[in-house]
């Protein structure tokens, strides 16, 4: 089981970003997947959540209107894409697999069981 995410760097304030997780080693498309992400100093949070078949997602009010998730099942990959991005978007990015649970409380980082290695994202001028 691995996730493995891409797409990360150093953008300006403002700029876009999109983020992707390759999904291997179990059925991808029998699970929700979700991003969360770390700036350095603080806790994990959660940052967006996609249902299984792509028709529910969920945002953190931090990124609602500027971060769109997404997925494609036939690729085993979801995406993060990030637009109007702020200084305070700048974190290390997590792609992980939903637990079943993780429909009931969506920004509780402990109910997502797999989790990727983690992309660096800094925004800055």
């Known amino acids: 089981v691995q996730l493995v995410e891409s797409g990360g760097g150093s953008v300006q304030p403002g700029a876009s970003l999109r983020l992707s997780c390759a999904a291997s080693?179990?059925?991808?498309?029998?699970?929700?997947m979700g991003w969360l992400r770390q700036a350095p100093g603080k806790e994990r949070e959660f940052v967006s959540r996609?249902?299984?078949?792509?028709?529910?997602?969920s945002y953190a009010d931090s990124v609602k209107g500027r971060f769109t998730i997404s997925r494609d099942n036939a690729k085993n990959t979801v995406y993060l894409q990030m637009d109007n991005m702020k200084s305070e978007d700048a974190a290390v990015y997590y792609c992980?697999?939903?637990?079943?649970?993780?429909?009931?409380?969506?920004?509780?980082?402990?109910?997502?069981?797999?989790w990727g290695q983690g992309t660096q994202v800094t925004v800055s001028s």
């Open positions: 992980a697999r939903g637990s079943p649970a993780s429909g009931i409380r969506d920004n509780d980082v402990s109910l997502y069981d797999v």
């Open positions: 080693g179990f059925t991808f498309s029998s699970y929700a």
């Open positions: 996609i249902t299984w078949n792509g028709d529910r997602t």
